[in-house]
Structures are given as structure tokens and as C-alpha cells.
């Protein structure tokens, strides 16, 4: 049995499909012309641009946004102005394209690989897969793609990149095995959003699995078996069997309402970032969009998207939920959001520097932009203004005042919005959850943010593996910080909805009854567990659960407390 890090949950049996990791060789050449070999250079950037647009908008389909953000983030990568100046200097000093490309990609890996950093080791196969996806164009070799797997394969390989995992197909895939990558890398997410059960960092895994070998895949337990004996494959058989049987029994929660098991209603939204999205939320029966993360739009260009070209967005989103809310948020960008053509000043400490309403109440062009797109779309459906990362009722008023300037500047071009529109805030940082109760006043409704609240509480970094281990929303003053914003907000007799990750964790579900919380906004993958979860729970029981959590005074000691309880009434697949 081979070991290694469980991220996507369920068992996958199949036959191996090797995928060996190999550079792409070239020979160095003698240039005829700088001219040339620049047009070369700047020829396959294009092609690499169009191509890589087509796979990310295939993956939004397929998988969901925050995939595609990936391969996005491969396109401004590519148009780097520092990146594209180097290969471009190294032509003109003689030497020919498919070096410039290696050579300054390859400073790149190196740069990237020797932090102690997972996500910033990441950017290193980000920038391994544009250089081989450059180099495969240059030299026209075709780039390996899995769209075409035979049915029950298991993928083993080095790493899983984006430009392979674009073509995978979940119906013939059936399980992932990588030799490295972790919980936040590209295979796991790609493989947490389609559903396939997937073993990372599996030392020597391409030594041990060839092809064609049957392998089990246990993403529960991070478990590889390589030609499994008669009664392990007996007994993974079963254990498949059964997690298929708990994946269909969710399919009877599709079309039912949201509500505890004492029939108390809940509403159940969907988060997501674009009117595609929406309609895979519509499919899984949400009630609502809690979360338009407006992001996409302008990390997919290389400029602003226009009025138009938003309030469209925006529209389709609203027609395809009609009387149902939708919760758009306005743009959130800094920290790890980071668009070129803003050219936004780098800074030491982004995540609390100028993003999100920061950065939007000083761009006053941008922001009346957005404002304006998301006010015209308004008329077609329940829009809902959300705006995040508040720190103090100033941005509340200053917000407040910017969106009747955008009406106006709408009533003077004779444009039609709705007048009452909803304008609501996401409690996210500290400052903000301290005086919920003065910001309730404000606002038509509160969302808590659990990523980022809980970062900020912990004063974490909850990409930094060194201290990775304190985040958690279990913490008891993260949970204390939840319970008050809902006792704010009801006080002042505005709904509250959680949109963070917290949201679907059937360890907090309780919890978040107990206190509650009236809406749930959840990716539209986990849309029918979250229902589920919530229907095994009774007011009364949760409320003890909840009184008995409150007094305890460790993370360890909630979790361990609350599982047994989430056992023992079945809310857990």
C-alpha cells in the first residue's frame, strides 16, 4: 500500500494511466532575424491566449470558477510585462525563441520552488506549464490531454497541470494519484470540483504503478493499492458501493425544501462568478445566488470590462433566478487577486492593504462603472448590492453615497433601475464584527465571510504552512465572533447569510442553526450535502449542541465533540 495526502473524498478503482514527466527538448539555434524570431515570440503567446480562454471557460463550465481563475492567472502570467521584457531581451541579444522561453521560465521555477511556501511553490508548475504549452506550440508538438481516457482510468503522475486537467472528463476518470501537490493545489481542486477521488504527494508513486496496473484510490484516507488481492479489491468494491449509494441517496434532497428536522426553513444559496455558474446553481436547486464573486470578469481580460459588458453579466444571472436573490458582490481584488492592467502598488502586507471596497472607493471610475452595471441589470430579477471587506461605518456611507451617484448619473441617460435596491455588507474583518451591531443599522443584511474573518481573528496566513495548523473556524473565538453577528444583525432585524467555507461544513452546521443563521451560501457542488446536513438537525438539539460547545475552551476539544454529535444524528455522509 503506497501513502499519501487524501484530498478529494471517495474510491476510485481502475486501470493506471502513467503519465511520464519529461521536458520538452529542442536544439539552440543561430536566428536569421531578431524581427523574425520576435514574431515567433509573440505569434505563440497569442496562440497560447486563445487556446488557454477555451480551456478555462471549459473548466468554468465543467468545474467551477475558481478553476478557471487558475488558467486565467496563466494568461496574465504570460502577458507579464517583466516576463515578456526578458524573453524578449534574450532574443534581440542573438539567442533563438524556444531558448529566450526556457531559460527565463526556468529562472522563474527556480525563484518560485525555493520558497517555503505551498501556494507560492505552486506558482513554479504554473509557470512549468506555460513554458512546455509555449514550447509545444513553438515546435508544433501536441500537449497531452486527457479528454480522450479510455472509461475507469486513474491518472498517475509527477503533477497534474492545469492545461492537462482542462480536458478531464469525470465519467472515464475515475481516480487521480499525484507524486506531489497538496490540498491546494491544481489536481486536488480540479478533483474536489468534479468529483473524482484523488491521492497527492504518493512518494515514488511513478515507480511503483505502471500501466495498466488495476489501482484502488482512497480518497478518504489518502490510500493507494497497486493490483490489490482478491479480498482488498472485494472490500473497496463494497466501500465504492457504498459511497455511490450516499451519493444517490442526496439526489432525493435535490427538489425539497431547506429545513431543519423540526421543520424550521432555511434558505440555501449558491456561490458563484459567473452566469454560467449560475445556471449549474440552478440546476442543483439553490434558492438563490448568496455570492457573485464580480472578479472573473476582469481577471479573464486584459482591460476593464465595460457597462455593458457587465450589466449583461449581471442580467443573464438575474433572469435565470427571476424573483429569487442574487447577492452581487462588487469587486474584490488584492490580497491574492492581483490584476496587471490595474497596476495596483505592490505592497508589503496585501491582504491588509488596499483591496476590495479599499480600492474601490479610491477608484471612483471603476467603482460607478460596477455600480451602474449592477443597478440597469436590477430591473430583470432580486439583485442585491454586496459589498466587502467593510472596516468602519464610513465605508458604509461613503458606498452608500457613490451608489446614488451612479443613480443619478443613470436617470440623466434615461437608463432604468430599481430605486430600493438592497445594499448589504460581508462582516470579514475584526473591526467590523466588534460593532455589527452600529453597522446593522446601515445596511439591509449582513454575510459573514468565514475565510477571511477567521484569518483575521487568528492573525494567520492560511497559506503559509508554518502556521497553517492555528486557522480554524472552530476556534472558540472565531465561533463566539459568529454567534454575535447574527445576534447583531437580528437585533436590528436584518437577515444573516455565512457564504465562507464554514457554510457547508456539517461540523458547523449545527451551530450555525443553533445561532440562527438564516441563510446558507454554499459551492453548487456541496449544494445537496449542505441540505442534507441541515435536515438532520432539530432547533432543540442543536441548541444544546451549541450550549455545551460554547463552554469548552479548545479548538481540539470542539471538533472532537462535535463530530461524535454530527455521528450520532447522521448528518455526515
Not at 459511497?243 to 458563484?272: M, S, W
Amino acid at each position: 500500500m503506497l501513502k499519501g495526502i487524501g484530498v478529494s473524498e471517495g474510491i476510485g478503482i481502475g486501470k493506471a494511466l502513467v503519465i511520464e514527466s519529461h521536458d520538452i527538448k529542442f536544439d539552440s539555434y543561430a536566428i536569421r532575424s531578431i524581427n523574425e524570431e520576435l514574431e515567433r515570440y509573440h505569434k505563440a503567446v497569442e496562440k497560447f491566449i486563445i487556446r488557454t480562454k477555451e480551456m478555462a471557460n471549459n473548466i468554468a463550465t465543467n468545474a467551477s470558477e475558481k478553476e478557471a481563475e487558475i488558467l486565467f492567472g496563466h494568461i496574465i502570467m504570460v502577458k507579464d510585462p517583466y516576463m515578456q521584457g526578458e524573453i524578449e531581451s534574450l532574443i534581440k541579444s542573438g539567442q533563438c525563441v524556444e531558448y529566450a522561453v526556457s531559460k527565463i521560465c526556468d529562472s522563474f521555477i527556480s525563484m518560485f520552488s525555493s520558497v517555503d511556501d505551498e501556494l507560492t511553490n505552486q506558482r513554479a508548475t504554473d509557470v512549468l506549464d506555460i513554458k512546455n504549452s509555449l514550447l509545444a506550440i513553438l515546435l508544433n508538438i501536441e500537449e497531452i490531454n486527457l479528454k480522450d481516457a479510455p472509461p475507469e482510468t486513474v491518472v498517475v503522475a509527477d503533477v497534474l497541470t492545469p492545461s492537462m486537467t482542462s480536458g478531464i472528463n469525470s465519467e472515464n476518470i475515475v481516480g487521480i494519484i499525484t507524486e506531489n501537490g497538496g490540498a491546494t493545489s491544481h489536481s486536488s481542486i480540479i478533483a474536489r470540483a468534479l468529483g473524482i477521488p484523488a491521492v497527492l504527494s504518493v512518494d515514488n508513486a511513478l515507480q511503483n504503478i505502471k500501466n495498466g496496473n488495476t489501482v484502488i484510490v482512497d480518497g478518504n484516507k489518502g490510500d493507494v493499492i497497486v493490483s490489490p488481492s482478491k479480498a482488498a479489491f472485494a472490500e473497496y468494491s463494497k466501500k465504492q458501493f457504498q459511497y455511490i449509494k450516499q451519493r444517490n441517496e442526496l439526489k432525493k434532497y435535490k427538489n425539497a425544501p431547506t429545513v431543519t428536522a423540526d421543520g424550521d426553513k432555511k434558505l440555501l444559496f449558491c456561490n458563484i462568478a459567473s452566469s454560467d455558474d449560475a445556471l449549474k446553481a440552478k440546476e442543483c436547486t439553490a434558492e438563490g445566488i448568496g455570492l457573485f464573486r464580480t472578479e472573473l470578469m476582469f481577471l479573464e481580460k486584459d482591460r476593464l470590462p465595460t457597462e455593458d459588458e457587465q450589466y449583461t453579466e449581471y442580467k443573464r444571472t438575474a433572469l435565470t433566478f427571476r424573483h429569487k436573490p442574487v447577492k452581487i458582490r462588487t469587486l474584490d481584488i488584492g490580497g491574492d487577486k492581483i490584476i496587471p492592467y490595474l497596476n495596483i502598488e505592490k505592497e508589503e502586507n496585501p491582504y491588509l492593504g488596499n483591496r476590495a471596497i479599499r480600492y474601490c472607493l479610491k477608484q471612483e471610475d471603476i467603482f460607478l462603472t460596477q455600480l451602474r452595471a449592477i443597478l440597469r441589470a436590477s430591473i430583470y430579477g432580486k439583485i442585491k448590492l454586496m459589498i466587502p471587506l467593510v472596516t468602519c461605518i464610513e465605508e458604509v456611507q461613503a458606498v452608500k453615497k457613490a451608489i446614488e451617484a451612479a443613480k443619478e448619473q443613470l436617470k440623466e441617460n434615461k437608463k432604468c433601475f430599481e430605486e430600493n435596491i438592497e445594499v448589504g455588507i460581508m462582516i470579514e474583518t475584526p473591526s467590523a464584527m466588534m460593532i455589527a451591531d452600529i453597522l446593522a443599522e446601515e445596511v439591509d443584511f449582513f454575510s459573514i465571510g468565514t475565510n477571511d474573518l477567521t484569518q483575521y481573528i487568528m492573525a494567520v496566513d492560511r497559506g503559509n504552512d508554518n502556521v497553517s495548523y492555528l486557522y480554524s473556524a472552530f476556534h472558540p473565538s472565531v465561533i463566539r465572533a459568529i454567534k454575535h453577528i447574527i445576534e447583531s444583525g437580528h437585533k436590528a432585524g436584518i437577515p444573516v447569510e455565512m457564504c465562507g467555507e464554514a457554510a457547508s461544513d456539517p461540523l458547523m452546521i449545527p451551530l450555525l442553526i443553533a445561532f440562527g443563521l438564516d441563510e446558507f451560501s454554499v459551492s453548487a457542488a456541496v449544494t445537496l450535502k449542505t441540505r442534507r446536513a441541515i435536515s438532520k438537525w432539530s432547533k432543540a438539539h442543536a441548541k444544546k449542541v451549541a450550549e455545551n460547545v460554547l463552554k469548552m475552551k479548545s479548538e481540539k476539544e470542539i471538533v472532537n465533540y462535535l463530530k461524535q454529535e454530527a455521528e450520532s444524528c447522521g448528518s455526515i455522509l
